[in-house]
């Protein structure tokens, strides 16, 4: 036992002496008297005063003990273990119970039979023990406080409903570890119930262990011999051309599974109108690609989707697309050097290149020397700066909403750059439209007694990848007597250089378009190269690539994807109506760069968007395939990864011995049954006390 308030110890002893003292002081002497034959006087009066004796000390030690109770119940007694094990295992119990609801955990009822094992968990809890739910998924929310309100608990247990995310563990066993941490006595758990899909874990590294004395438990929900056929990926030209008439589409079939699919049937839906249906055969933990050729007719923006037969995980049965047939492709140049003397107009070469291109890709060239207004940029496919003196602020936030909505933007030097503005203007970091900062102009193109040749090219890039054979056009014929010298950002793509080693031709995506800049000029006055065979082909190559290939980052988002409708040319304010594919309305507003975010893309469709004075659009949302295979992790070897090596008892501080007696104290209160017993003894001493 030990006290919360030791000084009242001693001073209830010292109370408890007051009695004792006082008995002393007050005992009553015998006196000697004279008298006649007292024999049977005598034997009475003894027979009295023993008794009368007896009841006094009775009396006296009630009196000490209710004093040395009132010094007891003062001192606040508690019993409690060795501190160094309570530190760890000692007083309550708190436990962190994380939920996975990521869509695998519709396999075979998975979610309902782990909310029936969480609130079994919760049953077994003590009063006094605290807990709490945090739900998993790629999304980590703690639902309520670490607190003892275990029937507030089990309900928010119960209203744990499937999400369509894929599952990721890191954020919320971080969080669970941090919440424990705060606790500094009892025991520490964290209990995680999920299939242990192998994806979860896939972000942990080697240093992501649990703090010390903190453990981690498993409820694996995983099925064995789990099975599921599911559509990983659908390949969509996003902009195909009318002249070509067809089309393919290319439907990746997955089997997460130890036996064989056969005869399955795999339907093509465009515009809800079933196209075709083909019949394939997948072998275990194999994947099929399965092709489609459809007719073009219709230059409209056209959606669709591929399905399969419902089996037990069904939201990856079906996957979304859209795609655009175009009757040409709509080229802008902004002329930087105009002349009327052919040789001496900045596009002349480039003017005769895509004239011959026309014969084989239906383009629309427009040439200017002026900006653009909006209207124009927004039906642009690619914006050519040809030797463009400088940007103002307004030209430099339309290209930057151009590129990140999907366009292309292609960028040529030339003697007529303000590198300081276009530095300025487009800016040189890695969120930056510009792929690199332009440093300085090089070399002499009057003189050209030197000159620069193209060394090295990336032919696994598709502008380059059709000069990879041999006699497939040398580029190294072609020489460059000044240049505007380069440094590439991080996220811009080295596509070719100069024997010096600075760059040629770099690549950057941004938003879902992307922006190339060749560093010499477009015309004969810094290079030789339009008079080479070479040059036809690599503007070909360039313009297709920039007009044809959007960027990795599709308008086919993921579920839970943060999306920015871009590129309106309306007024700040403007409402556009967002719908998902049940028909549920979204309102926001248009910012004053023509943008807005929109974050409720929980459901798996395609989602409609309407503006007043603007096109409507649509975006198509489809599940993370990767959370379709169900192969999941051994729960040893989850311990061991997740487990802390160095599991040392708590070392108490005095400020956390003082937090944990207070603590105990508490929940004993001893000092209130010893107030009960107190006032007894005070009754009894009250009723004894008259009897005497």
Not at 3 to 10: E, V
Not at 12 to 39: M, Q
Not at 159 to 178: C, K, R, V, Y
Not at 285 to 298: E, H, K, L, M, N
Request: glycine letters at 4%; one cysteine or more; hydrophobic letters at 40%.
């Amino acid at each position: 036992m030990q006290f919360l308030t030791p000084f009242f110890i001693f001073a209830g002893i010292l109370g408890a002496a007051v009695p004792l003292i006082l008995h002393l002081l007050n005992r009553e002497r015998a006196k000697r008297l004279v008298f006649s034959t007292i024999r049977f006087i005598k034997m009475s009066s003894q027979i009295k005063t023993q008794r009368h004796k007896f009841k006094k000390l009775i009396l006296l030690a009630i009196r000490m003990l209710i004093l040395s109770l009132l010094g007891l119940a003062f001192a606040r007694p508690f019993f409690v273990n060795q501190l160094a094990i309570t530190a760890n295992t000692g007083g309550s119990r708190h436990v962190v119970l994380i939920l996975d609801n990521s869509f695998s955990m519709g396999y075979h009822n998975a979610l309902d039979r782990g909310k029936k094992s969480a609130i079994s968990i919760v049953d077994k809890l003590k009063p006094r023990d605290k807990a709490t739910l945090i739900r998993a998924s790629n999304i980590t929310q703690i639902v309520k406080p670490l607190d003892t309100e275990h029937n507030l608990l089990k309900m928010a247990i119960d209203s744990t409903s499937l999400t369509n995310h894929p599952t990721d563990f890191l954020h919320a066993i971080q969080a669970a570890d941090e919440l424990l941490q705060e606790i500094k006595i009892g025991q520490k758990e964290i209990v995680l119930i999920s299939d242990l899909q192998n994806l979860g874990w896939e972000r942990f590294i080697e240093s992501d262990k649990l703090s010390s004395n903190v453990t981690i438990k498993f409820v694996d929900l995983h099925s064995e011999n789990a099975h599921n056929l599911a559509i990983s990926d659908i390949k969509v030209p996003p902009i195909v051309l009318m002249d070509h008439r067809w089309m393919e589409i290319v439907v990746r079939i997955s089997n997460f599974s130890n036996h064989d699919f056969d005869k399955i049937p795999l339907n093509l839906f465009i515009n809800h109108k079933l196209i075709e249906t083909k019949f394939i055969d997948v072998p275990s933990r194999d994947i099929a690609d399965v092709w489609f050729q459809i007719p073009i007719t219709s230059q409209a923006k056209q959606y669709g989707y591929a399905e399969l037969p419902e089996d037990p995980v069904r939201i990856d049965n079906r996957r979304y697309f859209q795609f655009e047939g175009r009757q040409t492709i709509d080229v802008h140049c902004l002329n930087g050097e105009p002349s009327r003397d052919p040789y001496k107009n900045e596009i002349f070469y480039l003017q005769k290149a895509i004239q011959a291109l026309q014969k084989i890709v239906p383009i629309s060239f427009e040439s200017t020397n002026q900006f653009l207004p909006s209207t124009k940029i927004t039906d642009a496919d690619l914006i050519i700066l040809a030797n463009v003196r400088s940007l103002t602020e307004n030209m430099a936030k339309g290209l930057t909403s151009f590129v990140k909505s999907g366009g292309a933007l292609f960028i040529t030097g030339g003697n007529q750059l303000d590198l300081d503005n276009y530095n300025l203007m487009l800016g040189t970091d890695n969120k930056s439209l510009l792929p690199c900062h332009l440093v300085a102009f090089v070399g002499d193109a009057v003189d050209r007694s030197q000159s620069r040749i193209i060394t090295n090219l990336d032919y696994n890039h598709p502008i380059f990848k059709p000069f990879k054979n041999p006699n497939h056009g040398n580029f190294s014929s072609s020489r460059f007597y000044r240049y505007i010298q380069i440094i590439p950002n991080d996220e811009a793509r080295i596509l070719a250089s100069f024997d010096d080693q600075n760059p040629t031709l770099v690549e950057k995506e941004y938003g879902r378009g992307r922006v190339l800049y060749f560093t010499s000029s477009i015309d004969r006055e810094w290079t030789d190269m339009p008079i080479h065979a070479v040059y036809l082909p690599f503007l070909h190559e360039t313009i297709k690539h920039l007009t044809l290939t959007k960027s990795t980052q599709t308008i086919n988002y993921l579920v839970g994807d943060v999306i920015e409708l871009n590129n309106y040319n309306l007024p700040a304010g403007t409402e556009a109506a967002i719908f998902n594919p049940q028909g549920n309305e979204t309102r926001l507003k248009i910012s004053e760069f023509g943008s807005t975010l929109y974050s409720d893309t929980e459901l798996p469709g395609i989602y409609s968007v309407y503006t007043s004075g603007a096109e409507n659009r649509k975006f198509c949302v489809n599940p993370d395939p990767r959370e379709s295979d169900l192969a999941s992790k051994d729960t040893e070897e989850l311990t061991s990864m997740l487990t802390n090596p160095d599991q040392q008892p708590t070392k108490m501080s005095k400020e956390m011995i003082i937090a944990y007696q207070e603590n105990t104290e508490k929940k004993q209160s001893l000092w209130w049954y010893t107030m009960l017993a107190l006032l007894a003894l005070t009754i009894g001493e009250m009723f004894l006390a008259n009897r005497i």
